[in-house]
T-cell receptor, first 116, second 113 residues
């Protein structure tokens, strides 16, 4: 089974702190994504990456950056956390079968971040 | 801009009945549409994907239909069980044919024993 692992399930940070959210997938998937999920707003795409060192902005990239130095790892960085970044953060990777993207997203369990 | 609408009100049904959830979208049609299940505090889990040239897809007790004229997908769970209680999200690719998805806010289903 595909496994997408997010390093922290719960984090509490203070305003202005730098925050790293790590995500690792074990299936050699090329495409990886970071979403945030807020009540009433659903999942919103922050950034995605289609290859090592490649990244594209999603719908709400402001205040975030990402890093993909290795294929299996996609990190989300909050350079200076703010209270409006309190949210559930979900990492996902895109399924691959026979070298072809399947369209199916595999999600991690989520990281619930609280910024005080 | 493209929007997805799912009934934000919770759906309560009796065990054994068929649950039907609706996903409507505006503007242009996606290349494919997907349904996910999400339990409280967990990440979404993929259920079914249906392509624009498919009208219906089934997987065990699940059935998805896709009407590009109505710009609507219906998601059915037959012989529903309390374990089916969860929030169900629909998602579509935007722009069509890419792997960037937009998600609906989900419909919470509660199956009563």
């Amino acid at each position: 089974d595909v496994k997408v692992t997010q390093s922290s399930r719960y984090l509490v940070k203070r305003t202005g702190e730098k925050v790293f959210l790590e995500c690792v997938q074990d299936m050699d998937h090329e495409n990886m994504f970071w979403y945030r999920q807020d009540p009433g707003l659903g999942l919103r795409l922050i950034y995605f990456s289609y290859d090592v060192k490649m990244k594209e902005k999603g719908d709400i990239p402001e205040g975030y950056s990402v890093s993909r130095e290795k294929k299996e790892r996609f990190s989300l960085i909050l350079e200076s956390a703010s209270t409006n970044q309190t949210s559930m953060y979900l990492c996902a990777s895109l399924g691959l079968a026979g070298g072809i993207n399947t369209g199916e997203l595999f999600f991690g369990e989520g990281s619930r971040l609280t910024v005080l | 801009s493209q929007k997805i609408e799912q009934n934000s009100e919770a759906l309560n049904i009796q065990e054994g009945k068929t649950a039907t959830l609706t996903c409507n979208y505006t503007n242009y049609s996606p290349a494919y549409l997907q349904w996910y299940r999400q339990d409280p505090g967990r990440g979404p889990v993929f259920l079914l994907l249906i392509r624009e040239n498919e009208k219906e897809k089934r997987k065990e007790r699940l059935k998805v239909t896709f009407d590009t004229t109505l710009k609507q997908s219906l998601f059915h769970i037959t012989a529903s069980q309390p374990a089916d209680s969860a929030t169900y999200l629909c998602a579509l690719d935007l722009p069509p044919g890419t792997y960037k998805y937009i998600f609906g806010t989900g419909t919470r289903l509660k199956v009563l024993a």
